[in-house]
C-alpha cells in the first residue's frame, strides 16, 4: 500500500543552522509529493510539491527532491530562522479507483529553532 | 483570492450529541476532501466531493458523513459523538483533475 515515512521529532536547532527532514515513501505508480507546515494554532499550508522523478520544488529557502531510486523527498532549508519553528508534514499523493486521489501524509516533523 | 475558510473554528460538543462543520472552497475549485487530526493517529483523510457526489471514502464508521452543495461548498456531520471524535478537522479544496491541495484553518473540535 501507499504510506510515508518521517524522521520522529522534534528536532531542535540554532539559529542561522543547516535543516535536513528526511522523508521516504512506498508507492504503486509514480505519485506526486508534497511538504506541508503547520504553525501553531493553524491550519496546513503547501511548502513545496514535485510531480515527478528528479523534480526539485523549492519555496522560501526550503528545497526536496523526488528521489525515485531511493524512493525519498527530504526536506532542507540552508540557514534555518526562529519563525521556521513549525510541524512539517511530508506527504504523497495516492491514485485511488476512479482516478482520483487523496493525501496520505506521514507522521510530521516538529521543528523548533531557537535564537 | 480568499483561501479555504472554515466555520465555526472551535466547537465544544458533549458525547452524544451531532456537530455540522463547514467548508467554503477556494473559488474555482470543485474538489473537497475532509482530514482529521489527532496527536495519536495524525492526519487522516475522511472523505471527497466533486460536482456534489461523494468520490471516496476513508476507513471511518458511517457515523461521519458530508455532502457538498452546487456552489461546492461542503458540510460534514458527526453523529453520536464520542471522545475519541476530538479533533481538528481540516478540509482542503482543489482544481477538477490536480492533486495539490489547499487547506483551511481547520475547526476544533472537542468533544466532553
Known amino acids: 500500500g501507499n504510506s510515508v515515512t518521517q524522521m520522529e521529532g522534534p528536532v531542535t536547532l540554532s539559529e542561522e543552522a543547516f535543516l535536513t527532514i528526511n522523508c521516504t515513501y512506498t508507492?504503486?505508480?509514480?505519485?506526486?509529493l508534497f511538504w506541508y507546515v503547520q504553525y501553531p494554532g493553524e491550519g496546513l499550508q503547501l511548502l513545496l510539491k514535485?510531480?515527478?522523478?528528479?523534480d526539485k520544488g523549492s519555496n522560501k529557502g526550503f528545497e526536496a527532491t523526488y528521489r525515485k531510486e531511493t524512493t525519498s523527498f527530504h526536506l532542507e532549508k540552508g540557514s534555518v530562522q526562529v519563525s521556521d519553528s513549525a510541524v512539517y508534514f511530508c506527504?504523497?499523493?495516492?491514485?485511488?479507483?476512479?482516478?482520483?486521489?487523496?493525501?496520505?501524509f506521514g507522521a510530521g516533523t516538529r521543528l523548533a529553532v531557537h535564537p | 483570492k480568499a483561501g479555504v475558510t472554515q466555520t465555526p473554528r472551535y466547537l465544544i460538543k458533549t458525547r452524544g450529541q451531532q456537530v455540522t462543520l463547514s467548508c467554503s472552497p477556494i473559488?474555482?475549485?470543485?474538489?473537497v476532501s475532509w482530514y482529521q487530526q489527532t496527536p495519536g493517529q495524525g492526519l487522516q483523510f475522511l472523505f471527497e466531493?466533486?460536482?456534489?457526489?461523494?468520490?471516496n471514502k476513508g476507513n471511518f464508521p458511517g457515523r461521519f458523513s458530508g455532502r457538498q452543495f452546487s456552489n461546492s461548498r461542503s458540510e460534514m456531520n458527526v453523529s453520536t459523538l464520542e471522545l475519541g471524535d476530538s479533533a481538528l478537522y481540516l478540509c482542503?479544496?482543489?482544481?477538477?483533475?490536480?492533486?495539490?491541495?489547499?487547506f483551511g484553518p481547520g475547526t476544533r473540535l472537542l468533544v466532553l
Open positions: 482542503a479544496s482543489s482544481l477538477p483533475g490536480l492533486e495539490t491541495q489547499y
Open positions: 473559488s474555482g475549485h470543485r474538489s
Open positions: 506527504a504523497l499523493s495516492a491514485r485511488v479507483a476512479g482516478g482520483y486521489n487523496k493525501l496520505i
Open positions: 508507492a504503486t505508480g509514480y505519485p506526486s
Open positions: 514535485a510531480t515527478k522523478a528528479d
Open positions: 466531493y466533486f460536482s456534489e457526489t461523494q468520490r
